[in-house]
């Protein structure tokens, strides 16, 4: 099984998905070199990527910055494969949307500029989302990985994180193009609301916005609906990707969607302490998110290993084990 084995880089590791990659690729028996943010005041504690199994002797980690896109080449250099999961967030718009959106494409372009000079890379794997999909001007019920969401709708609407889709939208578009123009061997993964366990420091935002009336707070979606997939699968899709002999373009990678209700009713049969209002939840009906189908992604071998239970039952032992609930 050593065979297919080598180096593979994964940028953003210290995010929820980089970080679980990480982990499951040390797992694998891989060579991880991984990317983390400049920390001039060394406040960052990297014992939740060093202390994994198989690290002190096959994870390298690099100081990265998508601001300055050559800082990846010493990461990128001997990898056979490349996971970009690195991503400006800006949430709170502290930045113009212009200014975070070309930030992540010139990253991502200058990744792929590093992966085409290292001589040894022969496949990259970039990290999309959802809301490079779903956002179009007429609703669908159903969309697969074709759809493209309308960034000018994005600026005119400014649903919640409009500027993190446009980003995710132009970038993923770019990268395509990049590939296809150079040569280089691109394809895209699609995650949606991803949930499950997280070995990163801070309770990541997808597990936050799902669980939010679990933590006092309203549906900042206001969606009736919500589409998931477990982190773990997540990451093995990436893994899979990696290694599929002839994959093309995007891939969603989402395996459920259930509204409100259903997660409310779900969450309060396994946990009854919990108390919520399922009438509470109900009032979330104004944004029907479309179901999000993997069809392409399972048509191509690729099967989804965790239930819906499963995904909530890893999420919230996970927070409750971390102090967060």
Known sequence: ME???GSVCVTGGSGFIGSWIVKRLLE???TVHT???PDPDAKGDLSFLT???GASEK???FIADLSNPESFNEA???CFGVLHTATPFDIELKEPEEVVTQRSIDGALGILKACLNSKTVKRVVYTSSASAVYRQEKEYDVMDESYWSDENLLRDLKPFAWAYSISKTLTEKAVLEFGEKHGL????LIPTFVLGPFICPTLPSSVYVTLSFLFGEKNPFGASRLHMVHVDDIARAHIFLLHHPNPKGRYNCSPFIANVEEIAELITAKYPNFQISVDEVKKFHDVKLPHLVSKKLMEAGFEFKYSMEEMFVDAIECCKQKGYL
Do not use: A
């Open 35 to 37: 990317t983390i943010r």
């Open 59 to 61: 994870l390298k980690i």
């Open 51 to 53: 202390n994994l199994p």
């Open 185 to 188: 061997d691109v394809v895209t």
């Open 28 to 30: 694998d028996g891989y």
């Open 3 to 5: 065979e297919g084995k």
């Open 76 to 78: 990128i250099e001997g």
